[in-house]
């Protein structure tokens, strides 16, 4: 029998290990989007983007026509941002522009995280192409979207398949911070929480209002 230790399992995500490509979060996109309401597809990419930035995750921001016919990226992900580069593509794959794939070179972490519009397209192809050349794939499923629920599951369907690793915008969020003793992140990732997690968010909102809760002894004492 194998003996336990307290320490996290290799494939858990840290702020430090990946590199997030935000890709195709633009009006022209999210209008044929049907596979989640556009409304909650906003609220997890913002919530995914303003995770990155706050724990100084390696993050990249791509378009396509971004000028001539998609429009600009949501504003939600522009302004937890602000001043970056959003790298406009002519290719659906994203891994097939030069510019960007010189700037996941220049970051230079195995693993990659994708999120965006749209699935069976413009995330399936860097997963397929990224997962090709020896990179760990994860893919925040929720914070991404098709034309239809079926378009969008058959592609998680088919990334998985090639060892993608889907997960969600909070899962995300959570794996970042990952112990509430870490104080220098505790408000920020609950500030996050209260304000894109949905029912949870109202849970912290609650529970500080009306009983100065907070999630453990540990962080009291830190």
């Known amino acids: 029998m194998p003996a336990a230790t307290p320490t ?12 997030l490509i935000l890709i195709d979060f633009q009006s022209q996109m999210a209008f044929a989007t049907k596979s989640i309401d556009a409304t909650l597809l906003r609220n997890n990419a913002a ?12 993050t990249i921001l791509t378009t396509v026509a971004k000028d001539s016919f998609s429009g600009p990226m949501f504003s939600e992900i522009a302004e937890a941002f602000p001043g970056q580069e959003m ?26 995280v994708l999120a965006g519009l ?13 997962i090709d050349q020896g990179f760990e794939v994860y893919v ?7 034309v239809s629920e079926e378009a969008h599951e058959r592609a998680v369907d088919r990334m998985v398949q090639l060892g ?8 995300y969020l959570l794996e970042l911070q990952r112990d509430w ?14 304000s894109y997690a949905g029912a949870y ?4 909102t609650y529970a500080k209002t009306m009983f100065n809760a907070s999630e453990g002894a540990a962080h009291e004492a830190a």
């Open 47 to 58: 919530l995914v983007a303003n995770a990155a930035k706050a724990f100084g995750v390696s």
């Open 201 to 204: 968010g109202l849970g912290i």
């Open 181 to 194: 003793a870490r104080g220098e992140t505790y408000d920020v990732t609950t500030g996050i929480a209260k």
């Open 87 to 112: 790298l406009d593509r002519t290719s659906m794959n994203t891994w097939e522009d030069a510019a960007v794939i010189d700037e996941v070179n220049r970051i230079g972490k195995k693993r990659i």
């Open 118 to 130: 749209w699935t069976s397209v413009c995330i399936v192809g860097p997963a397929a192409s990224a």
């Open 8 to 19: 996290p399992g290799k494939t858990l995500l840290s702020p430090n290990d990946h590199t």
């Open 164 to 171: 993608c690793v889907p997960m969600t915008s909070v899962q």
């Open 140 to 146: 925040v499923a929720d914070a991404c979207g098709d």
